[in-house]
């Protein structure tokens, strides 16, 4: 299984910081959780693997947006599309990801 992280919508002035919100939303996905020492409950839940696409796709929103609250804030899911080839057995996770309007700098001094 592979996944490809698109982002969206962004303020590319702000060079700086959407490079480090791509870093930190890109590993925190490619990550599945349990395999990182310091903290277990980093990454991606793999439970939606063999499950209908449909079923899939729901499971692996709710798990990016829970760890985007949680691990990166500043960004949100806006769409998961899942890609399937039958014949070679390949799937492929596309998040594509946004700017969570909503968050405030000052946020993170709570």
């Not at 702000?14 to 870093?23: C, L, P, Q, T, Y």
């Not at 209908?52 to 929103?61: L, Y």
């Not at 760890?67 to 500043?74: C, D, F, G, I, S």
Request: proline share 5%; hydrophobic share 35%.
């Amino acid at each position: 299984m592979k996944s490809i992280v698109k982002f969206v919508g962004f303020d590319y002035l702000s060079a700086g910081i959407v490079a480090e919100i791509k870093r930190n939303v890109t590993a925190l996905i490619e990550t599945p959780e349990g395999t990182c020492p310091g903290d277990r409950s980093y990454g991606i839940s793999q439970d939606f693997i063999g499950l209908p696409i449909n079923v899939a796709k729901n499971k692996a929103a709710l798990a990016v947006i829970d760890k985007l609250e949680l691990y990166e804030p500043r960004a949100e899911l806006r769409e998961v599309t899942i890609e399937g080839d039958p014949a070679n057995g390949t799937i492929i996770n596309y998040f594509l990801i946004g700017p969570n309007e909503e968050y405030e700098e000052d946020q993170e001094e709570e």
